[in-house]
T-cell receptor, first 112, second 115 residues
Framework: GAGVSQSPSNKVTEKGKDVELRCDPI?????LYWYRQSLGQGLEFLIY????????KSGLPSDRFSAERTGGSVSTLTIQRTQQEDSAVYLC??????????FGSGTRLTVV | DQQVKQNSPSLSVQEGRISILNCDYT??????FLWYKKYPAEGPTFLIS?????DKNEDGRFTVFLNKSAKHLSLHIVPSQPGDSAVYFC??????????????FGKGTLLTVNP
């Protein structure tokens, strides 16, 4: 597609439930990133995928968070046993190289 | 520990005047800096960047200045237009350790340009 597509755009879930957030990067972009923006905060790095290399998971805040990228394209960010502090906008971006990110519009996650 | 700081949460300017958005950083390993613009309900879009080997980069109405000794950068928009109203994020990366892809963002400054 023309841009980075994320779904759903909004998600309300009950505390303790699992959620899956999806990202469709720009076709041909080898790098894919997940960031999140909590209320009143800057964007926080979560995870980075580059081609077939092992992902950089150093930004994942806890072991409840995981992500995968299938076939070098679509990525899914999974949050298990959601907590209220997980409420944030989750942004996916893709690029051909470092820095030249194109961000998606994000998924606004609200844990109630 | 916030490594990139945007101390002004908001800024309001008159159309046609200059907008100056400021950003300070604490990590001396940062060597590449970027500005992103974000409209409501959209993802951030890249605006302009600067390498630490430069002190100025200009692109049309947008100029970024870098003062390495002060660990400070600023974004100048001249002349400001109502369509520039958005949240502006400062971001930085470091090439050390091979993780130059990882950006550290500030909290953003909401710019409002009044007609």
């Amino acid at each position: 597609g023309a841009g980075v597509s994320q779904s759903p755009s909004n998600k309300v879930t009950e505390k303790g439930k699992d959620v899956e957030l999806r990202c469709d990067p720009i076709s041909g972009h080898t790098a894919l990133y997940w960031y999140r923006q909590s209320l009143g905060q800057g964007l926080e790095f979560l995870i980075y995928f580059q081609g077939n290399s092992a992902p950089d998971k150093s930004g994942l805040p806890s072991d409840r968070f995981s992500a995968e990228r299938t076939g070098g394209s679509v990525s899914t960010l999974t949050i298990q046993r959601t907590q209220q502090e997980d409420s944030a906008v989750y942004l996916c971006a893709s690029s051909l190289g470092p820095w030249g990110y194109t961000f998606g519009s994000g998924t606004r996650l609200t844990v109630v | 520990d916030q490594q990139v700081k945007q101390n002004s949460p908001s800024l309001s300017v008159q159309e046609g005047r200059i907008s100056i958005l400021n950003c300070d950083y604490t990590n001396s390993m940062f060597d590449y800096f970027l500005w992103y613009k974000k409209y409501p309900a959209e993802g951030p879009t890249f605006l302009i960047s600067i390498s630490s080997i430069k002190d100025k980069n200009e692109d049309g109405r947008f100029t970024v200045f870098l003062n390495k000794s002060a660990k400070h950068l600023s974004l100048h928009i001249v002349p400001s237009q109502p369509g520039d109203s958005a949240v502006y994020f400062c971001a930085a990366s470091s090439n050390s350790g091979g993780s130059n892809y990882k950006l550290t963002f500030g909290k953003g400054t909401l710019l409002t340009v009044n007609p």
